[in-house]
Every structure is written in C-alpha cells, then in structure tokens.
C-alpha cells in the first residue's frame, strides 16, 4: 500500500501508512526486511516537509538494512538528493555514481550537474533518462527535471511539451503534489515565454499546493519564481518581498545552493537599477531616504532646488518608482543607507 501511495504521489495517505508500518515495525523487532522500505519511505516524507537531518539519518539506517542491491541503491539514491539540496556535491558525486550501479535512469544526476553550471553534460543526462523511463510514478520526476533543465539552457520548445506532459499525468492521478509539480513546470514555461500574468497564476497555485501539503522547500523554490514573475510585471516591491521569504526558508533548511542562487537574485535587480544611476543621483537617493525635502537636500549639496527636483525625477524614472516613499523603501532594501 505505501508502494501505491508513492506511485502516485499520494503523500498524505503514505505518511498515515508508513506511521502505522513504523509503530508495527517496533513492536516486531526480528522482521527485518520491513525495517529498511518503512526507514526509505520515512526518509521521503521527512525530505519533503523539510526535516533534512532526519531524512538524511532514516536513508543511511535504510541503507544497511536492504539485501537486495536495488532497493540498497534506492536509499543511497536518497542519500545523494539530500546531499545535493545542502551543496554538499563531492558527497552526492560518489553517492549517485553508488546508486547507477542498479539504476542510471534517475533524473538527480543531471540536476547535479545544472547546479554545478553544466548545462550541457545536465542537457545530456536528462535527455537519457527521459527516453529510458516510460512508468508514470518515475517519469514524473525526470519531466519535472526535465523542464527545469531545457529552460536554463534556454530551451523553451523543448521545455513545452514536457510540462504538457507532466499536466496530463497530474490529471490522470489528481494528486495535490503531482498538482503542484505540473502547475510549477508550466508557469516556469510561461514566464520564459514572456506570459508573465498567466505565469503568475500557475505559479501562486503551485505555491499553494506545497504550502497545504507542508513542503516548505518545494514552497520556497516556486517563490524564486514568483519573484522573478513579479519583476517581469514590474513590481519590484512583490519580487524582494518573495526572494527574502524564500531566502528565509532556505537559510532555515541549510539550501547553500538555492541560498546563492536567491542573493543572486536580489543582487542582480539592486547592481542593473543602481548602475543607471549617476554618482550625484545615488546620492540624493540615500538623502531621499533619510528623510530630506528636496529643500534640504539643495542646501546640504550646495546645488539649487531645481536641480534637486531634476535628479530626483530621473531617480524615479530610472528605478520605475512613483513617490519618496517608495525610493525610500528601495533604498533601504538594495543597502544604499
């Protein structure tokens, strides 16, 4: 029954029965062989709602209790995820290599490889496993990755139909988190395909989704792309607001990659926005932002107040803001005061 449930990603039921099966597994200490599938199914769950160090502990206890050399490389498999998602890469190079000796269809492979700026080589690898896996349940995770790799290689075509795909799977399965995996892709398509307001909305479903089911880093990763959609409709305030939330997840989980990847993020809008700007025009910005009137501001530079008014226009202008209020606040969120 848990197998079933992992099939179709029906988490909430797994997390019932795997309880149950873990409660029955300590009450019947010499059957061994269910120990290692109730620790790998555990490890999963654990994974998903974000108690890392756990699921990493219950994945290399599942470990040394398999016989089998097939379900021992699906816990090592775990083992290498977990390493993947905390930066450690040198740990998840040797753990996934371990897991290809029973299964090189996995898509965690490439992701590595993207997360270590080799687009081709995660090109490659995903391409691979996309032709060799045809079962729903595992296919599944190979489109997701799949997706998230064609479009930081820039392949929107080729991005497209594998998120169609992942669509129709979600509406054969109707699971929340088969939902939220499909809602995610197809935004992410959207918005590479400049539809940032139909983006938007795809994306705020699927953040709901992993919301409801407790998945805060699934949750955390749409934000990254909700922040970037909000940028793309010119609300810089909304894109910091969900970078900083997802920023605060991934601190919170140990993310190193998603961190970098999110003051990346936040730095990127501050150094383009900044780099318009005139020495002179930051610095009545920052003066701006203590609270000057423009008054002030002409006295304090020995300049006139209409040459303050002019520089202050342009800061607006430049930084797509509409009152003092709001180069105030950006001020304060770029670290200019």
């Not at 290498?80 to 290599?97: I, P």
């Not at 970078?243 to 993310?255: E, H, N, P």
């Amino acid at each position: 029954m848990i197998e079933a449930c992992g099939e179709i990603f029906d988490m909430r039921r797994a997390h019932e029965w795997t309880s149950a099966l873990e409660q029955w597994c300590e009450s019947q200490p010499d059957v061994v062989p269910y120990r290692g599938h109730c620790r790998l199914r555990r490890a999963e769950i654990l994974e998903l709602h974000g108690a890392w160090r756990a699921a990493m502990e219950e994945a290399l206890q599942a470990s040394k209790s398999f016989d089998t050399n097939r379900a021992a490389g699906a816990a090592v498999y775990r083992i290498a995820e977990l390493h993947r998602l905390r930066g450690e890469f040198a740990e998840a190079e040797g753990a996934y290599q371990q897991a290809a000796a029973w299964d090189r269809s996995q898509p965690g492979y490439a992701l590595l490889r993207l997360a270590q700026g080799n687009i081709e080589a995660a090109n490659a690898t995903i391409r691979r496993a996309l032709s060799e896996v045809h079962e729903p349940a595992r296919r599944t995770r190979v489109l997701e990755a799949y997706v998230e790799i064609a479009l930081a290689g820039k392949d929107v075509a080729g991005a497209r139909p594998a998120a169609h795909e992942l669509a129709e799977v979600a509406k054969r399965y109707d699971s929340p988190l088969l939902h939220a995996i499909s809602a995610r892709a197809t935004g992410s398509v959207l918005l590479a395909e400049k539809e940032a307001t139909k983006a938007l909305a795809q994306l705020r479903h699927s953040w709901t989704l992993f919301s409801e089911l407790d998945a805060p880093y699934e949750a955390a990763r749409t934000r990254l792309l909700i922040a970037q959609t909000c940028r793309e409709l010119k609300d810089e305030d909304a894109a910091v607001s969900e970078l900083t939330s997802a920023g605060q997840v991934f601190q919170q989980l140990g993310a190193a990659p998603d961190i970098a990847r999110t003051e990346s993020l936040l730095r990127k809008k501050a150094c383009t926005a900044q780099g318009s700007l005139t020495e002179r025009e930051v610095e009545v910005l920052r003066l701006v932002a203590s609270g000057m009137t423009n008054r002030d501001i002409a006295a304090k530079l020995r300049i006139s107040e209409k040459t303050v008014a002019r520089h202050v226009s342009n800061i607006f202008l430049k930084l797509d803001l509409t009152s003092r209020a709001a180069a105030t606040a950006y001020a304060f969120q770029h670290r200019l005061v």
